[in-house]
């Protein structure tokens, strides 16, 4: 079946994305599986993923009525509602992109996680889908902003594939763990 590229637009597919952030989330893949595939490391509160869903949908690739991925926008009025992401926002507030503070500008947002379901890997969803995220928000802001880590090489490779570069790396001592910001300018 053909894939379709579209925004979030019903209540189903957000429990789609809830299910499947679940199925690929670090506690929950094998070890073997994380270092081939990848995995996640924030599960969203419902509520939380629903409002943001409402104010800026995030981008989805369906195969029917089955969810094939998801690339989530997180604007940054919602970095108070996400507990685990604080420190990140606290750090981006630190940093600069091309000479200006993250922090002195309002056209950015995080992309809060990108996910492809298994069966759908290595077949253009994950360009489909960021594409797509492009094209639904380029007018109203510049960069997109997220964290990598650097035990997770598929997702690395795949962002970089796309066109995020590299703005900071730092370490996670309490967790032994090396992080990626990265950006995707969208501007000329
Ligand atoms: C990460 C993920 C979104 C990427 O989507 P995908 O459809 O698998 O990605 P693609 O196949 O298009 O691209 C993967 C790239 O990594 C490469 N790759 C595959 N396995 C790899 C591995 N174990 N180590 C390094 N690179 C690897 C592929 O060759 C490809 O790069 P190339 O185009 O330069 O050859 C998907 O695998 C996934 O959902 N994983 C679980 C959740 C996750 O990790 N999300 C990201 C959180 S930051």
């Known amino acids: 079946m053909a894939l379709a590229?579209?925004?979030?637009?019903?209540d189903r597919e957000i429990e789609q994305i809830l299910a499947l952030q679940?199925?690929?989330h670090r506690h929950s893949v094998d070890a073997a599986?994380?270092?081939?595939d990848g995995f996640t490391s924030v599960r969203h509160d419902p509520a939380v993923l629903?409002?943001?869903n409402h104010e800026y949908p995030s981008v989805i690739a369906k195969s029917g009525d089955d969810l094939a991925?998801?690339?989530?926008?997180?604007?940054q009025r919602f970095r108070d509602q996400i507990p685990i992401l604080q420190p990140m926002f606290a750090m981006l507030d630190s940093l600069s992109w091309r000479g200006e503070a993250l922090a002195d500008n309002p056209r950015w947002f995080v992309m809060g996680q990108v996910c492809v379901a298994r069966e759908f890997r290595g077949q253009g969803v994950f360009d489909g889908m960021y594409h797509t995220l492009r094209d639904v928000y380029r007018d109203r802001f510049d960069f997109s902003?997220?964290?990598?880590?650097?035990r997770n090489a598929r997702s690395l490779r795949a962002h970089r594939r796309v066109g995020f570069e590299?703005?900071?790396?730092?370490?996670?001592?309490?967790?032994?763990d090396?992080?990626?910001?990265?950006?995707?300018d969208w501007r000329e």
């Not at 590299?166 to 001592?173: G, I, M, P, Q």
Request: proline share 0%; hydrophobic share 50%; with cysteine.
């Open 5 to 10: 590229y579209t925004t979030v637009s019903r």
């Open 22 to 24: 679940a199925l690929n």
């Open 33 to 36: 599986t994380a270092i081939s």
């Open 50 to 52: 629903t409002a943001m």
């Open 69 to 75: 991925g998801y690339c989530l926008m997180m604007a």
């Open 145 to 150: 902003v997220t964290e990598i880590s650097q």
């Open 166 to 176: 590299t703005l900071h790396v730092y370490e996670d001592a309490q967790a032994d």
């Open 178 to 184: 090396v992080w990626e910001v990265v950006v995707w």
